[in-house]
C-alpha cells in the first residue's frame, strides 16, 4: 500500500527557511515521478514542484522559483522541499503526492495528509 | 499557463439526482490530459478520474468523465450523501500543472 507522510511544517517569519519532508512507503521514490502541491487556507490546489524519476526533470511553479528547492533522498525513500525567503502568500498546507509514472507530466494519483506552513510575524 | 475554469461555482442538488461539472481550459489540453478530484472536509484530494475518462481505482462507476480539446465534464449518475464535496479538475498536458479553483456540491 502507497503511504506518504509529510513533516516539517510550523510557523516561520517572512523571510526564513522550512525543509519539508514525506517519507514514502509502498513503494521507490526513485521509479516515480514526485510532486509538491500546496493549498491556502479555503482555497484550491496549487502545483508548486515536480521530479521525474531519474532527477534530470525538475520543475518549479514561477511563485517559489529561486526560493524553494525539490530534492530526494534514495536511501531513506524520502522527498524534500528546502523554501527559502518565506513570504505570507506561501502560507498553505503542503502535500506530497506521487505520479502514476515516471515521468514529470502527470496526475497525482496518491497524496499524503499534508503539512501546515505559517508565514507570519 | 493553461487556465481552467470550473462551472458552476456551487451545485445544489438532492441525493439521488444527476450532477453535471464543467471544467473549460484556455486552450487545447494536450492528449486529453485532464484528471478530476474529490476533496472532502480536512482531507487531501482524492483522485477520481484521469486521462478525460479513466475512472482510478477503487472508483464506483457512477463516476464519469467525458470531453477533449478545451470542454471537459464530470458526470455522478445518482448522487450519494458521501458525493458532497468539491470536486476539482486539473490538466497535466503542459508544464505548469494546473488545477480548477473547484465547483462546490452541496446538498439541495
Known amino acids: 500500500e502507497v503511504q506518504l507522510v509529510e513533516s516539517g511544517g510550523g510557523l516561520v517569519q517572512p523571510g526564513g527557511s522550512l525543509r519539508l519532508s514525506c517519507a514514502a512507503s509502498?513503494?521507490?521514490?526513485?521509479?516515480?515521478?514526485m510532486f509538491w502541491v500546496r493549498q491556502p487556507p479555503g482555497k484550491g490546489p496549487e502545483w508548486v514542484s515536480g521530479i521525474n524519476y531519474s532527477g534530470g526533470s525538475i520543475f518549479y511553479a514561477d511563485s517559489v522559483k529561486g526560493r524553494f528547492t525539490i530534492s530526494r533522498d534514495g536511501s531513506k525513500n524520502t522527498l524534500y522541499l528546502q523554501m527559502n525567503n518565506l513570504r505570507a502568500e506561501d502560507t498553505a498546507r503542503y502535500y506530497c503526492?506521487?505520479?502514476?509514472?515516471?515521468?514529470?507530466?502527470?496526475?497525482?494519483?496518491?497524496w499524503g495528509q499534508g503539512t501546515p506552513v505559517t508565514v507570519s510575524s | 499557463e493553461i487556465v481552467l475554469t470550473q462551472s458552476p461555482g456551487t451545485l445544489s442538488l438532492s441525493p439521488g439526482e444527476r450532477a453535471t461539472l464543467s471544467c473549460r481550459a484556455s486552450q487545447s489540453v494536450i492528449s486529453g490530459h485532464l484528471a478530476w478530484y474529490q476533496q472532502k472536509p480536512g482531507q487531501a484530494p482524492r483522485l477520481l478520474i484521469y486521462?478525460?475518462?479513466n475512472r482510478a481505482t477503487g472508483i464506483p462507476d457512477r463516476f464519469s468523465g467525458s470531453g477533449s480539446g478545451t470542454d471537459f465534464i464530470l458526470t455522478i449518475s445518482r448522487l450519494e450523501p458521501a458525493d458532497f464535496a468539491v470536486y476539482y479538475c486539473?490538466?497535466?498536458?503542459?508544464?505548469?500543472?494546473?488545477f480548477g479553483q473547484g465547483t462546490k456540491l452541496e446538498i439541495k
Open positions: 486521462a478525460t475518462s
Open positions: 509502498g513503494f521507490t521514490v526513485s521509479n516515480y515521478g
Open positions: 503526492a506521487k505520479a502514476y509514472s515516471s515521468g514529470f507530466y502527470s496526475y497525482f494519483e496518491n
Open positions: 486539473q490538466q497535466y498536458g503542459s508544464s505548469p500543472l494546473t
